[in-house]
């Protein structure tokens, strides 16, 4: 917990840091609204010292700071009273009604559907296409839950006859990473954006000299820091059980590429489409095939 590391160091702290953390013991506003900018000046003082004042808590950036600060509002917000857990969008408990869950979730996934289309730049949207399209080589990264749009991802841009690849091991990410050139193009796929593993392959390919595509739940997310073009599918941030849900807006991100490089290119992709379409109903049982 955040505000109890800054007890534990309080008598420790400069007077300056002090003005600090009790403006953050005093907070009432949520994590994600929470400025440097806004709490040097509500404290009193200047932004290195609250520069000074997260690393001497034990952070290494402000960033880090309220990237903890914000799992630790979605922890205390994480049960209530009868034992739910909160969700992206709405609190599931013991005590809901099995036939309400099909309506709760389609609600909740529409909703953000309509978020994330709501978040989409053109402008980003557009140069994520051409960017696929320009690349010589395209590596995807991701890790946990984003692994699924990763492969979703990988799949249809092979079906699209695009050189693309992945890997789930880290050392093989890294090796692949490194080896990247200009040209090339890595996609990061992370719904916190924190996701250290699939960070650290953005930075590492950033440095390679490839191209960066990044796909995450917000922004200010850490890995944008990393990107050269940036998809979001939210504004909001949240962490733990929300998680299940973050399939829906990435896939349906993922589906936009994928049409939008099919549209981009038609004449030439659909060709190779409809190739690959045929290699695939090879592999289907025909009505004479079928077993019995």
Do not use: W
Request: glycine residues 6%.
């Amino acid at each position: 917990m955040v505000k109890q590391k800054i007890q534990n160091i309080y008598t420790a702290l400069r007077p300056s840091e002090r003005k600090v953390a009790d403006y953050i013991f005093s907070y009432q506003g949520g994590a994600d609204s929470l400025l440097i900018e806004e709490l040097a000046r509500e404290a009193g003082v200047s932004q290195p010292t609250v520069v000074r004042f997260v690393k001497a808590v034990g952070y290494q950036s402000f960033r880090d700071f309220k990237y903890a600060m914000l799992q630790d509002e979605i922890r205390n917000q994480g049960e209530d009273k009868d034992g739910g857990i909160g969700l992206y969008g709405f609190r599931l408990s013991a005590s809901d009604r099995l036939e309400e869950i099909p309506g709760k979730i389609i609600t909740t996934s529409v909703r953000m559907l309509e978020e994330t289309l709501q978040c989409i730049r053109k402008k980003d949207f557009i140069q994520a296409v051409d960017a696929i399209l320009d690349a010589d080589s395209i590596v995807i990264y991701s890790v946990e839950n984003s692994i699924c749009t990763a492969n979703d991802l990988l799949t249809k841009l092979t079906y699209l006859g695009l050189n693309c690849r992945m890997y789930t091991d880290y050392y093989l990410q890294h090796v692949s990473a490194d080896n990247l050139k200009k040209g090339d193009l890595a996609i990061g796929i992370s719904y916190s954006g924190y996701s250290k593993n699939t960070v650290e392959m953005m930075q590492v390919a950033r440095k390679a000299g490839a191209r960066t595509l990044v796909l995450t739940n917000f922004e200010n997310a850490l890995i944008a820091k990393y990107a050269d073009i940036l998809l979001c599918a939210s504004h909001r941030q949240f962490f733990y059980g929300d998680t299940i849900f973050s399939r829906i807006s990435q896939l349906a991100l993922v589906d936009m590429l994928y049409a939008g490089v099919l549209n981009r290119d038609y004449r030439a992709l659909s060709k190779k489409l409809q190739k690959t379409s045929s290699i695939v109903a090879r592999r289907a049982y025909s009505e004479e095939e079928k077993p019995q």
